[in-house]
């Protein structure tokens, strides 16, 4: 290699294969960040429950099915029990239904995808937020719309931060009620 | 040149001169004031006393972990990766690594009830009240479980004797319920000649069979069954091995607990000819105690009953109520730690000792009592000759006749029955059978709740008069006197049957070999007092294919085919309607009597049966002294594995002696004197030569043992217990013969120097508050840093009456601190703690409380020398006065989360911060392991996980799936390279906010509960809202009596210690040498 290609080679084509390699980096954090975080995260589940169907047009609670949530820090996905409750009688021969059927009578758990988390190091408690009469919908989004559930919010420390920071402005509808929400690490971190 | 010029210039590093040092510094200038302050020192080894700057000392001062920061990692110490498994994981990681590929988003699932259980409730624990028979006492406990598995120990509340409260060995029985090396099915014994297999799986229903044919092959020639348990306190097992004898006629059941009340119990029913138990002891109501060797805080006997009771009378709200101890013991134990007045006496020469004391007593008293059986003793003479303080014990004598009817005499179980006899008469003359509990009196079950006749038993075996042993849950090859030769009339019984939990010496000797269930497995019964009966509920269906101990009789009675695993509930609920239920004259029907029964845990009767003390005369008669020859030995209860069972405990091994600091071992533990005299030192080997059998035993030199008497702690030396607990110390139960002086004290020992040394892993210098390095200039003057020490006011403590004459004796020392940043503003809740140490005993619960809540690893001997345990809480234990008999102050120590925490301010990452609660707060997600926190921590208390030690010990023994169970799910589980320290139970804390805000009630600070506060024996620990002015630790925080370690540095600890108050009269102890407060 003679020299002039040598130093072509330094002096052009490395600082700018370097600039290309570190802005489409930079470009693809940012760009990914949200889905990185989970949002728009929407898989296949086993059966294709419908919260809008339920939540929504027939307007049952949340806490009928996700009982924990103001007992614990797990709001708990309801055992297929709660589904049978009603299903027993109600549309028993829609295939969706007889899927269900079929967990319920083998024993087995639904295995459901899981879509929201926070990380283990982190403790988050649902019966805490719920029992201040925040509504669901300020993490989970408008889940009474969603036929197929998806994040709509990213689950960071930051999110959870602007929220406690600024309870008042995020959460209007219960200002009164409400002070800051803790900001020390032990509230989420032990 | 200026000061500071020539600072520079010599390159000494020294402190700024000081201008005002007393008021700064508060330091004693007078000369007098100097030798107070000299008089005043604390120290916590020989060696720190003895030579203060050695090389060691000043090491172990200066660095926290002194060496091995560099070694090798030892590959032995963890889970093993053979090929098959590199194999595994790297196909595994292979297969996620291209799955995670197409949907990194992927979260995982949820696996939901199928239907959920009404009680459980995902993150919510649920406590179920049951019973836990240990260390021969029955202590009601609260068991509680997170989903289905049992997480952590608690005492019951409401169970009058123990009153919420276990020990520290009955906290850590959790971990043996998921042991790795639990028996999982039961076996055969393999065919001979396959070496390599000694056992081999076979069915219970095959094992059932051939069993019932053995016993009824057993009792058709007329051959013995003989059946060894440990001692009964259950009235449905008693009953049920009643049931036994009555199917199986040649069957005989003998009692076994390594230490027990036996001799005790023998010498009162003698002294009181009757049939019951020595009595419980109203100590609450004692004003004098005097203890002769009963370690009656330590381990004999109702510890928990015993230290509540005790402390009671250590309030300082009514300091005009404090009880006074007296000890007179030959090895240091808690409660020779705890006394006011401690003596040193080898255990032989306890009885003239009392003999001379009766005399003296019915003397100065004037009391109408014979004292012609003891007429030959003088009590002038036996303290000339063994050097006792005639001064304080006038003193003993004075309190004796004085608190006539209002003292007690106590003598430990290991005295000879002579010793009791004598003791017992003391007691009747001074009328301190007031103080005997009628209402309330241990149960006896006759034959089985004693130890039975093992020397017939095993000649029996020998002569081949047995034709099968049933060992329940006991390990005689390794516990019994080494004279039986157990283990060789093991091998001449036809067929042996053990029931035990986990493999151990005996279980080799077993034809079939059966597993038992755990506690917490297991339903069952016991009758703790007369007027207490409690049940025993499984809270979880058994781990694996095992049965409990009675439902196999029971199916063994029935004929072996009818076993089901509620064969022995049925049993137990059948023996409670029809015998039981009927005493309490219940007004409910039995259904409900049993329901609440078993949801309480316990139900009492009353009762109260007027006992007549009348005392037989005729037991005086030929009571003889025992005579020394060379050296006394006695073997002592370790309290921290009891007798050897659970040595396969980490949490108990590393758990240190609360006394000589020693883990993962026993040692031989002198005097001083005793040391001088055969020229040993620590981490010497002492040869033990005693009834012509010899050991090497490692030397702890103990301060305030008796001379020429060697201590030495049973149980250790297991070498089938299992990955942790193999050839972990030494085993001296070969020593264990019938010719003792008792069962336990044996005299006539030659004891010599061995050659080598031996590396013991003691905590003793561990984690030390104090430097010794350095000089400063105060004033004028320079002085050497170790002098500060004293003025570091780490232990503060007076004596009683001069507290009563000064309230201000030591809040007087209080140290005013000026800070150059403004103090933040704690508004709401700010969390604090106090330490009672008039109330602590020292015990250990709160460390192996703390361990279970906390999530704590065990780290193993090698890492323990390298002072890396990981415990958060320890017991800093020092010494003062005289070496040969020193007071000890036992101090409880944890992160102080002080308000200006110099830990917080070095972090780099910002991983430990203070929250507005007060909580000095560490975030282990953002930790990265710089150790400055640790390094800048003057109290020591930070812990750092040098390697992930679950998978550090013993091959990774605690990485195991069945270990991962037991973890508190609302604690993280920490790492490698991440520090950690006492969190004030913060995950508790956020528990019961959660709970404040789910009632719609305001939080406050009695809403929270810490484990150590939970499990103390002796409610020594307080804890709630330092702002709150009406709660307990506030008013402690501000009582006069209050201080806090360290304060001088200005770091606002939020811990306050209660000073100690001893109930001793000033001047004489001055004359001692004696330390008061400064």
């Known amino acids: 290699m003679n020299k002039r290609a040598l130093d072509y080679a330094l002096k052009i084509r490395l600082p700018i294969t370097v600039v290309v390699i570190l802005c489409s980096f930079a470009l693809t954090f940012y760009v990914s960040r949200p889905e990185r975080d989970g949002l728009g995260y929407q898989p296949e589940q086993p059966i294709n429950y419908s919260h809008k169907l339920h939540a929504g047009e027939m307007n049952i609670d949340c806490q009928y099915c996700h009982t924990g949530v103001e007992k614990t820090r797990h709001a708990m996905v309801p055992p297929a029990e709660t589904c049978m409750n009603c299903h027993k009688v109600v549309k028993t021969d829609s295939p969706e239904i007889k899927k269900l059927r079929e967990y319920w009578e083998k024993g087995e758990p639904i295995p459901w995808k899981r879509i929201h988390k926070v990380p283990d190091y982190a403790y988050f408690n649902h019966s805490v937020h719920v029992n201040k009469g925040i509504d669901c919908a300020h993490c989970h989004g408008d889940v009474r719309k969603m036929d197929k559930v998806e994040q709509v919010h990213s689950f960071t420390m930051g999110n959870c931060l602007d929220c406690h920071r600024n309870a008042h402005e995020r959460m209007p509808e219960i200002a009164e009620n409400i002070n800051k929400g803790p900001e020390n690490c032990n509230a989420c971190h032990r | ?1078």
């Open chain 2, 1 to 1078: 040149m200026s000061n500071n010029e020539m600072k520079k210039k010599s390159g000494v590093k020294q402190l700024p001169k000081i201008e005002n040092p007393e008021q700064f510094f508060n330091l004693p200038r007078t000369e007098e004031g100097q030798k107070e302050a000299k008089k005043s020192k604390y120290w916590r080894s020989l060696e720190v006393l003895n030579n203060p700057e050695s090389k060691e000392v000043l090491d172990a001062k200066k660095v926290e972990f002194p060496f091995g920061e560099d070694q090798a990692i030892n590959l032995d110490s963890m889970s093993s990766v053979n090929r098959r498994k590199f194999l595994a994981l790297m196909t595994a990681s292979g297969v996620f690594a291209t799955t995670a590929c197409t949907d990194y988003q992927d979260k995982g699932k949820i696996i939901n009830y199928t239907t959920k259980p009404e009680s459980v409730q995902p993150g919510v624990a649920n406590y179920y009240a049951s019973t836990l028979n240990i260390t021969g006492n029955s202590w009601g406990i609260l068991i509680k479980t997170r989903e289905g598995r049992p997480i952590k120990l608690e005492g019951n509340p409401e169970h009058p004797v123990n009153q919420g409260k276990i020990s520290n060995l009955a906290h850590s029985t959790i971990v043996n319920l998921y042991d790795p090396s639990r028996l999982k099915a039961p076996q055969i014994k393999g065919k001979k000649g396959l070496k390599l297999v000694p056992f081999e799986k076979t069915t219970w229903e095959d094992a059932d069979k051939a069993i019932v044919k053995a016993l009824n092959d057993a009792v058709n020639s007329g051959k013995e069954i003989a059946i060894l348990s440990e001692q009964v306190l259950s009235p449905s097992y008693a009953s049920l091995l009643n049931d036994f004898i009555a199917k199986y006629p040649t069957a005989k059941v003998y009692g076994f607990n390594t230490f027990n009340n036996d001799v005790k119990n023998a010498a009162w029913q003698e002294t009181y000819n009757t049939t019951d138990l020595f009595p419980s002891i109203q100590l609450d109501k004692a004003d004098v105690i005097l203890s002769l060797e009963n370690d009656f805080l330590g381990v004999d006997g109702d510890t928990i009953e015993n230290t509540r009771m005790f402390v009671s009378r250590k309030d300082i709200n009514n300091v005009y109520g404090f009880n006074k101890m007296y000890c007179v013991e030959g090895a240091m134990t808690l409660t020779g730690a705890k006394a006011d007045y401690r003596f040193r006496l080898s255990p032989e020469m306890q009885f003239e000792f009392v003999a001379g004391l009766i005399n003296e007593v019915i003397k100065k008293g004037a009391l109408t009592a014979d004292s012609s059986a003891f007429s030959s003793y003088s009590l002038d003479k036996f303290i000339k000759v063994n050097g006792f303080h005639a001064q304080k014990i006038g003193y003993l004598v004075d309190d004796l006749i004085k608190s006539k009817g209002k003292s007690i005499v106590l003598g430990g179980r290991h005295l000879p029955k002579a010793t009791h006899i004598a003791i017992n008469y003391l007691n009747h003359i001074l009328g301190n059978t007031e103080l005997y509990r009628q209402d309330s009196i241990p149960v006896s079950y006759g034959e089985f709740s004693k130890n039975g006749d093992f020397t017939n038993l095993v000649k029996d075996m020998n002569a081949g008069k047995v034709g099968v042993l049933i060992n329940i849950d006991t390990n005689p090859v390794f516990n019994m006197p080494a004279d039986l030769n157990f283990a060789d009339a093991i091998q001449k019984v036809n067929t042996v049957v053990t029931l035990s939990e986990q493999e151990n010496e005996s279980t080799g000797y077993s034809t079939y070999l059966l597993p038992t269930n755990h506690t917490l497995e297991s339903w069952g019964d016991a009758h703790a007092r007369s007027n207490v009966m409690s049940l025993q509920q499984p809270v979880i269906s058994p781990l694996y294919d095992t049965r409990e101990k009675e439902a196999m009789l029971l199916t063994w009675i029935n004929g072996g085919s009818e076993y089901s695993f509620d064969i022995y509930y049925n049993y137990v609920a059948n023996k409670w309607k029809n015998d039981i239920y009927p005493k309490f004259n219940s007004a409910v029907n039995f259904e409900t009597f049993w329901n609440n029964t078993l949801h309480d845990g316990v139900v009492t009767m009353k009762s109260s049966t007027e006992a007549i003390y009348e005392f037989n005369t005729s037991s005086l008669s030929g009571l003889k002294p025992t005579k020394k020859e060379n050296y006394t030995v006695v073997f002592t209860e370790s309290p921290t594995i009891g007798d050897g069972k659970y040595a396969n405990n980490g949490f108990l091994q590393e758990t240190p002696h609360p006394i000589t600091k020693v883990t993962w071992d026993n040692t031989a533990n002198i005097s001083i004197n005793t040391a001088r005299k055969l020229d040993l030192k620590f981490q010497d080997m002492l040869e033990l030569n005693l009834n012509g059998k010899t050991i090497k035993l490692p030397v702890v030199v103990q301060p305030g043992m008796a001379d020429d008497l060697v201590q030495i702690d049973l149980g250790y030396g297991r070498t089938a217990a299992g990955d942790v607990g193999n050839e972990v110390g030494f085993d001296v139960n070969q020593f264990m013969t019938s010719n003792g002086i008792s069962p336990w004290i044996f005299t006539g020992a030659k004891v010599s120097k061995a050659e080598g040394t031996y590396k013991i892993a003691s905590t003793q210098e561990h984690h030390q508050m104090d430097e010794l390095v350095g000089e400063a200039i105060l004033g004028d003057k320079a002085y050497k840093i170790s002098e500060f020490h004293i003025d570091r006011h780490i232990i503060q403590e007076t004596e009683l009456d001069t507290y009563k004459k000064d309230n201000d004796v030591i809040a007087r020392h209080k140290h005013a601190t000026k800070s150059i940043m403004a103090n933040h503003e704690y508004t709401g809740i700010k969390w604090a703690m106090a330490i009672d140490m008039n109330k602590c005993t020292g015990c250990n619960a709160c460390i192996t409380s703390c361990n279970v809540e906390s999530n704590i690893p065990v780290v193993g001997k090698e890492e323990v020398l390298h002072g890396r345990e990981m415990q958060w809480m320890r017991m800093d234990r020092y010494y003062s006065g005289d070496e040969n008999n020193p007071k000890v102050s036992i101090q409880p120590m944890m992160c102080q989360h002080c308000d200006n925490a110099p830990c917080e301010n070095v972090c780099p990452v910002v991983a430990t911060t203070h929250s507005p609660d007060g909580i000095n707060q560490m975030v282990y997600n953002r930790c990265v392991g710089t150790r400055y926190c640790a390094n800048n921590c003057p109290y020591k208390v930070r812990r750092f996980n040098f390697y992930d030690f679950r998978d550090n010990l013993a091959k990774g023994y605690y990485y195991a799936q069945s270990m991962q169970q037991m973890y508190n799910p609302e604690v993280t589980i920490r790492s490698r390279g991440v520090m950690e320290k006492c969190d004030f139970c913060t995950s508790r804390i956020a528990d019961a906010k959660s709970n404040a805000t789910k009632d719609g009630r305001e939080f406050k600070g009695s809403d929270v509960v810490t484990a150590c506060q939970e499990s103390c024996p002796a409610n020594a620990i307080y804890f709630g809202d330092s702002n709150d002015p009406n709660s307990e630790v506030s008013k402690l925080r501000k009582h006069d009596l209050g201080y806090h370690v360290l304060e001088i540095l200005d770091v606002k600890p939020n811990v306050t210690y209660i000073a100690k108050l001893n109930n001793v009269i000033p001047e004489i102890d001055n004359s001692e040498g004696h330390n008061s407060a400064h």
